[in-house]
């Protein structure tokens, strides 16, 4: 199974990154909750300390807008995971072509679809 950070993550049940997380762990996926907010998520706490070290990581799922990633870029492609899911609606060529000078796989789709047709 992929070890995937869910970059955005939320306690919020209303969000996509909150029902992402709940979906990646039924379909046996390892969960890694990132965010900016304290919590919990799929019985894991929500990781907020940027210098906590994550590896192996398989894939990176964004659900932070374009606006605020310039925070995250050097912590996702320090991550070194294989490639990042671009859900609807943090679409970023800056991101992107970092993530292709990294040799990471970039894909603009929604987890959520992919866990639902099997292409995940």
């Known amino acids: 199974m992929k070890k995937t950070v869910v970059l955005g993550a939320t306690d919020n049940p209303a969000r996509y990154a ?3 997380a709940h979906r990646l762990k039924q379909h046996g996926h390892e969960v890694v909750p990132v965010g900016i907010r304290k919590g919990e998520l799929v019985g ?3 990781i ?4 906590q070290e994550i590896t192996d990581v398989d894939t990176v799922t964004l659900y932070v807008g374009p606006q605020n990633q310039p925070f995250w870029y050097d912590y996702i492609i320090g991550l070194h995971p294989k490639r990042i899911i671009f859900n609807p609606g ?4 800056e991101l992107e072509k970092l993530a292709e000078d990294a040799n990471i796989e970039t894909l603009h789709h929604c987890t959520l679809v ?3 047709t099997d292409s995940y």
């Open 44 to 46: 894991t706490p929500i």
């Open 114 to 116: 992919m866990l639902a």
């Open 90 to 93: 943090t679409e970023n060529r």
């Open 18 to 20: 909150y029902k992402a």
């Open 48 to 51: 907020t300390d940027k210098e």
